[in-house]
């Protein structure tokens, strides 16, 4: 008896975890996280590949009990120029005091999906800046053999977490900052 309860135990746990989906970020991958300033004199990029965080669900549908966490080291973010990205650090994002931008949320719907892709479409709260803010984002799932590739582009105002642009500046970077994320999650 106590033999059968042990295979039904473990039939259990794998079948649960079987439906359920857990991911991380490959840090070994072509990650590529962009923040894209296009300005009256000027348009610049700042390029990173350090993102990491996690997506979780229970069950087959990706709304049940979802739960999702990605973060961004800012001290990693290169636009080409040393001196704007140390002004960019020191002046605006004040990465000594907050180095790190995330975002906590979860999954709220999926549409026009098929066994391989996935549009999704998440709630949460962007935290930048010491500021955080409900953002709602969307985003493309590709499955591929480790897990997902993720894709998502987003806008943000910049004085929604209080980085204040002075206004001899105003002609070279934009109030409005789009977010561009490439990155791969594998299943854990």
Known sequence: MSKFLA???LFLIFNVN??????????EAEN???FISEAIWENFEGVTGFIDGYVYWDGEKLTNKSELY??????????GNGKRDRDMREDYLHTNRFPYTHYTGKIVDVKDSTDSILKISTDGVMFIHGVERKLTVNALMT???????????????LSDYNIKI???????INEEMQLQ????????
Not at 18 to 27: F, H, Q, S
Not at 166 to 172: A, E, V
């Open 181 to 188: 994320l490439t990155f791969y999650v594998k299943k854990i």
């Open 143 to 157: 499955k591929n053999e480790e897990g997902y590739q993720v894709k998502s582009n987003f806008i943000i105002k």
């Open 32 to 34: 590529e996280v962009k």
């Open 70 to 79: 990605f973060e961004v080291e800012l001290n990693t973010v290169e636009t």
């Open 18 to 27: 079987g439906l359920a989906g857990e991911y991380v970020v490959d840090r």
């Open 166 to 172: 002075p206004q001899l500046m105003i002609f070279k």
């Open 7 to 9: 295979i039904v135990f």
